[in-house]
Nanobody
Framework: VQLQASGGGLVQAEDSLRLSCARPGRSVSSVVMGWFRQAPGKEREFVAAISRSGGNTFYADFAKGRFTISRDSAKNTVTLQMNSLKPEDTAVYYC????????????????????WGQGTLVTVSS
């Protein structure tokens, strides 16, 4: 299961950034898709995820109200729209896929995601 994350970059505080995750050759609708991030010296942490159906989403507390995860079935991508970015959002962001029979379940633990993209660096300057 190959995942390709893109869209990272250097932005200033309060700016917005849009990350994308592609799954070439396979539908993003057949798996749960999630975003995680890892800051230097810290553990990889959950950011957001969207269910297979697209009807359920879940966000980490720090992402609520600022980040939005969505799926574009036509482009076969999952995006993470990040607004009002803060310096503490600086991290490598990873997209990940989890295979579950349920179309509604949204796992939040990284061990539940078996497939990972290469990561894209987001740097937010103050």
């Amino acid at each position: 299961v190959q995942l390709q994350a893109s869209g990272g970059g250097l932005v200033q505080a309060e700016d917005s950034l849009r990350l994308s995750c592609a799954r070439p050759g396979r539908s993003v609708s057949s798996v749960v898709m999630g975003w995680f991030r890892q800051a230097p010296g810290k553990e990889r942490e959950f950011v957001a995820a969207i269910s297979r159906s697209g009807g359920n989403t879940f966000y980490a507390d720090f992402a609520k109200g600022r980040f939005t995860i969505s799926r574009d079935s036509a482009k076969n991508t999952v995006t993470l729209q990040m607004n009002s970015l803060k310096p503490e959002d600086t991290a490598v962001y990873y997209c990940a896929a989890a295979i579950y029979a349920s179309t509604q379940f949204v796992p939040k633990n990284r061990v539940e995601y078996a497939y990972w993209g290469q990561g894209t660096l987001v740097t937010v300057s103050s």
